[in-house]
């Protein structure tokens, strides 16, 4: 008999900024994070300050279990050296910095959804585009959340993957990214480098 385990949804978005500044956007973060913790989702994100704190803090307030990727070393480095909120009921400490944090951050999760965002963000972003990862975008959050399919399509000249969903309601995108995690199930490619030939997929 297979076993199933509860999807694990990474949370990725500003740490500091004018997108923390703004109260919807923040409470649209911490809806987020309720939303994930009903549903019985993990929640997950980079330990950091900013949206996806408060995405934590929604989590927290439903009971949902949570984890943070650290770019630090120890909890000591991690509150005194990286200033960061350590509310998770489970902390990894990777010593890798910000941006391998990343990897690490995006690879655990089955869908990874961006709020707001600045060139952090947009790392995490790129980095969850080129490996195929399910994403979901909380639109009209300020930063990056926006001008997704301008950077892809226009900038970038490359596709909106069929895995890339967006909507301003958490619930709502949490439904839409729930989907495409079941209907494209990874690889669907890793790097840009390696396609994945099965029938609709790459």
Do not use: W
Not at 13 to 28: F, I, V, Y
Not at 90 to 114: H, P, Q, W
């Amino acid at each position: 008999m297979p076993h199933h385990h509860r999807l694990k949804i990474g949370v990725m978005g500003s740490a500091s900024g004018p997108q923390t500044e703004d109260s919807l956007a923040r409470e649209k973060a911490r809806e987020l994070g309720r939303e994930i913790a009903k549903r019985n989702y993990i929640f997950i994100n980079g330990a950091c300050p900013g949206l996806p704190n408060d995405a934590l803090l929604g989590a927290r307030e439903c009971h949902g279990f949570t984890i943070g990727v650290s770019p630090a070393f120890s909890e000591y480095q991690h509150v005194n050296e990286y200033l960061s909120p350590h509310g998770h009921d489970m902390i990894i400490y990777t010593g890798l910095g910000f941006m391998e944090r990343d990897i690490i951050n995006i690879r655990s999760s089955d869908g990874v959804v961006i709020i707001g965002g600045g060139i952090g963000t947009l790392n995490e972003f790129t980095i969850a585009y080129d490996e195929g990862r399910p994403i979901g975008v909380l639109t009209n959050t300020g930063g990056i959340s926006n001008s997704i399919e301008h950077i892809v399509v226009e900038l970038c000249q490359r596709e909106m993957p069929a895995n890339l969903v967006m909507d301003d309601d958490p619930a709502k995108l949490l439904d839409k990214l729930e989907v495409v995690i079941k209907a494209f199930p990874l690889p669907i490619r890793e790097d840009g480098r390696v396609r994945d030939m099965r029938k609709g997929r790459g």
